[in-house]
């Protein structure tokens, strides 16, 4: 089992920054793919970026050049460096942990909102 907690969302002028991060506990942390999703009012959940336990990332196109997914495996943390938001970036945030396996594992986080409004 792993407990996920994000922290860090709030409200931000269009331009602006913030850094997410999502606190993890009861499992071997560095095991697991860690993602940040996002969903908005009206639409689907969908994938911002994610790294590997390896270290290896990914990003969705609107992400790219803006997002920074990071982890501290001594922290047991993921982070989501979020930098030039824009109004449209405004969604509540996931955190997700996940491992392939016999049995897979997929964990969520309960959420922070983001706002990007002036």
């Known amino acids: 089992q792993v407990q996920l907690v994000e922290s860090g969302g709030g409200l931000v002028q269009p331009g602006g920054s913030l850094r997410l991060s999502c606190a993890a506990s009861?499992?071997?942390?560095?095991?697991?793919?860690m993602g940040w999703y996002r969903q908005a009012p009206g639409k689907q959940r969908e994938l911002v970026a994610a790294?590997?336990?390896?270290?290896?990332?990914n990003y969705a196109d609107f992400a790219k050049g803006r997002f920074t997914i990071s982890r501290d495996n001594a922290k047991n943390t993921a982070y989501l460096q979020m930098n030039s938001l824009k109004p449209e970036d405004t969604a509540v945030y996931y955190c997700?942990?996940?491992?392939?396996?016999?049995?897979?594992?997929?964990?969520w986080g309960q959420g922070t909102q983001v706002t990007v409004s002036s």
């Open positions: 997700k942990a996940n491992r392939l396996g016999p049995v897979p594992e997929n964990y």
């Open positions: 009861g499992s071997i942390f560095r095991l697991y793919r």
């Open positions: 790294i590997t336990s390896g270290g290896s990332t």
